[in-house]
C-alpha cells in the first residue's frame, strides 16, 4: 500500500522568493518518487523523479528535490520563484515495480506575486 | 506538447448515458494510463494496459471499463452516468510497464447533466 499527503494545498510565494512545496508519502516496498506539475487547462508535465542512486535529484525548470528516507519526505524546491512556475503540482509514489501505477497526492496551488 | 492525444476534448451528456473517450499514445509508447481528476477526489488512477493487456488496475467503477487496441490506441468507456462521474479525464502513456515517466494528453473534460 502507498499514499502520499502534501502538506498545504496553496502556497503563495513573492517573484524571487523560495519556492518549497511538500511532501510525505508511505510505501511498504522502496518508493518511487515524481513530482509533476500542471498549468491551467493541460495535462500534468513530469519535473523529476527519484529511483534509486543520488538523493538530490534535478530537474525542469530549476526545479529540484531531495529523498529523504527517514523522514519519508520528498519536497519540491526551487530558489527563487517566476511568475510562469504559477500552477498545480502534484507529488507522487510508486512502490510497485511490476507496474506503472502511481498514487497521487492531492495537489498544491502554487501562487506567484509579483 | 506530449505527444498524446485524447478525444473529445469536452463532452456534455445526460444521466444514465454511455460514453467513450479515447487516446492514443506517444509513438513508441505501449503502455496507457487513465485518470479520473475531480475536485472532489483529486488526481485517481483508474486503470493501465500494457500492450493490448491490462496491467493494473486502481479505483475504477464497475460501470467503467477500457482497452487498448492492436494499434495501441485506448479507450475508456463510461456507462450508466451519474452526476458525479463529471470530472477530467487524462490519458497517459510510456514506454514500458513497469516504473516510467508518463507523458499526460490534455483531458476530455465530461460534464453530466
Known amino acids: 500500500a502507498q499514499s502520499v499527503t502534501q502538506l498545504g494545498s496553496h502556497v503563495s510565494v513573492s517573484e524571487g522568493a523560495l519556492v518549497l512545496l511538500r511532501c510525505n508519502y508511505s510505501s511498504s516496498v522502496p518508493p518511487y518518487l515524481f513530482w509533476y506539475v500542471q498549468y491551467p487547462n493541460q495535462g500534468l508535465q513530469l519535473l523529476l523523479k527519484?529511483?534509486?542512486?543520488?538523493?538530490l535529484v534535478k530537474g525542469i525548470n530549476g526545479f529540484e528535490a531531495e529523498f529523504k528516507k527517514s523522514e519519508t519526505s520528498f519536497h519540491l524546491t526551487k530558489p527563487s520563484a517566476h511568475m510562469s512556475d504559477a500552477a498545480e503540482y502534484f507529488c507522487a509514489v510508486s512502490g510497485n515495480t511490476n507496474a506503472g501505477k502511481s498514487t497521487f497526492g492531492d495537489g498544491t496551488t502554487l501562487t506567484v506575486k509579483p | 506538447d506530449s505527444g498524446v492525444t485524447q478525444t473529445p476534448k469536452h463532452l456534455i451528456t445526460a444521466t444514465g448515458q454511455r460514453v467513450t473517450l479515447r487516446c492514443s499514445p506517444r509513438?513508441?509508447?505501449?503502455?496507457v494510463y487513465w485518470y479520473q481528476q475531480s475536485l472532489d477526489q483529486g488526481l485517481q488512477f483508474l486503470i493501465q494496459y500494457y500492450n493490448g493487456e491490462e496491467r493494473a488496475k486502481g479505483n475504477i467503477l464497475e460501470r467503467f471499463s477500457a482497452q487498448q487496441f492492436p494499434d495501441l490506441h485506448s479507450e475508456l468507456n463510461l456507462s450508466s452516468l451519474e452526476l458525479g462521474d463529471s470530472a477530467l479525464y487524462f490519458c497517459?502513456?510510456?514506454?514500458?510497464?513497469?516504473?516510467?515517466?508518463?507523458?499526460f494528453g490534455p483531458g476530455t473534460r465530461l460534464t453530466v447533466l
Open positions: 527519484y529511483t534509486t542512486g543520488a538523493t
Open positions: 497517459a502513456s510510456s514506454v514500458g510497464k513497469g516504473i516510467n515517466e508518463q507523458f
Open positions: 509513438s513508441g509508447d505501449l503502455s
